[in-house]
Every structure is written in structure tokens, then in C-alpha cells.
């Protein structure tokens, strides 16, 4: 079992930046693969970036350039950097803990964490 809790969220005007910030405990958290997603109101969840357990990223096309998706496995943590905030990224942030192995495939999210670019 992975235990997974955000922070970091809050409000923000636009142009503006954010760190998220995920922290595991419950397992050993370097063999998964990490993710950040987001869902807005009324709209269905979203990849937003993920980090592999090599290290490999990987950016949904509308944050390439603004996200940046770190993994620290001494801390069991995974951060997301976002710049140059857009109203548009407004939305809950939920971290991901995926893993595929010979008994099965995992996947573990946490509470989630507001983002909110206002004005």
C-alpha cells in the first residue's frame, strides 16, 4: 500500500508559479512510476507529466515548457514545478504511484492539492 499526500496548491496570478510537492510513505517508492495529474470542474482527469522510475518524463503537450516533474527517492518525494501559470491550469492536482509487476498492475493517488490562477 502507498500512501500519497499533496501539497503546495493555493492561489496564484496568472504568470505566476507554483511547486507541488507529493510525498509517499507506505512502500518502497522507487521501483514506481510517478505521476501528476488534474482534473478542472467538469472536466475528466488529465495527464499533466510523469517522471518513470529510470527517471524518464514525459509532458502533456498544453504544459511543455512550463512544468517540470523532478523525483527525490531518498525523500520518497516527486515535485511538480509549474511557471508561467495560465488561468486555464486552474484545476485539483492529484499525484500518481503506478507500478506494473508480475502481480499486477498498482496505481495509487492521493487526495489531491487546489490550483487556482486568478486575478
Known amino acids: 500500500q502507498v500512501q500519497l499526500v499533496e501539497s503546495g496548491g493555493g492561489l496564484v496570478q496568472p504568470g505566476g508559479s507554483l511547486r507541488l510537492s507529493c510525498a509517499a510513505s507506505?512502500?518502497?517508492?522507487?521501483?514506481?512510476?510517478m505521476g501528476w495529474y488534474r482534473q478542472a470542474p467538469g472536466k475528466q482527469r488529465e495527464l499533466v507529466a510523469t517522471?518513470?522510475?529510470?527517471?524518464?518524463?514525459n509532458y502533456a503537450d498544453s504544459v511543455k515548457g512550463r512544468y517540470t516533474i523532478i523525483r527525490d527517492n531518498g525523500k520518497n518525494t516527486v515535485t511538480l514545478q509549474i511557471d508561467s501559470l495560465k488561468p486555464e491550469d486552474t484545476a485539483v492536482y492529484y499525484c500518481?504511484?503506478?507500478?506494473?509487476?508480475?502481480?499486477?498492475?498498482?496505481?495509487?493517488w492521493g487526495q489531491g492539492t487546489q490550483v487556482t490562477v486568478s486575478s
Open positions: 517522471i518513470t522510475s529510470g527517471g524518464s518524463t
Open positions: 500518481n504511484a503506478h507500478r506494473i509487476s508480475i502481480t499486477g498492475t498498482r496505481d495509487y
Open positions: 507506505g512502500t518502497i517508492f522507487s521501483p514506481y512510476d
